[in-house]
C-alpha cells in the first residue's frame, strides 16, 4: 500500500493520532535536550539494552500506580452504590 493509504488511516484513527503526537513531542524533547534525535551510534549495543530496561522498569511502576489507583476507584463506587441503595 502507498503512503497515501497510511496517512488516510492514521488521519481515521483517533489513537494513532495520539501516539503521533506523543512522538513528535518526545522527538522535540530529545532535540532540546540532546541536540539530536535518536542515533544508534551514540551508545553501544549493551547500553541501548540497559537504557531500555531502565524505561520498561518505569513503564511496570506507571502500570502498578495505574492498577492501584483503579482499584481504587472501583472500590470507591462500589461504597457510593451501596450507600445509594440503602
Not at 24 to 31: P, V
Amino acid at each position: 500500500m502507498d503512503a497515501q493509504h497510511w496517512l488516510d488511516e492514521l488521519n481515521k484513527n483517533q489513537i494513532l493520532r495520539n501516539v503521533q503526537k506523543l512522538l513528535e513531542t518526545q522527538t522535540e524533547k530529545g532535540i532540546q535536550k540532546y541536540g539530536t534525535t535518536v542515533t544508534p551510534a551514540h551508545y553501544t549495543f549493551t547500553e541501548w539494552l540497559e537504557h531500555l530496561q531502565q524505561e520498561m522498569i518505569d513503564a511496570v511502576v506507571y502500570c502498578e500506580v495505574l492498577k492501584f489507583k483503579y482499584a481504587h476507584l472501583i472500590t470507591l463506587e462500589k461504597l457510593n452504590s451501596d450507600v445509594n441503595i440503602e
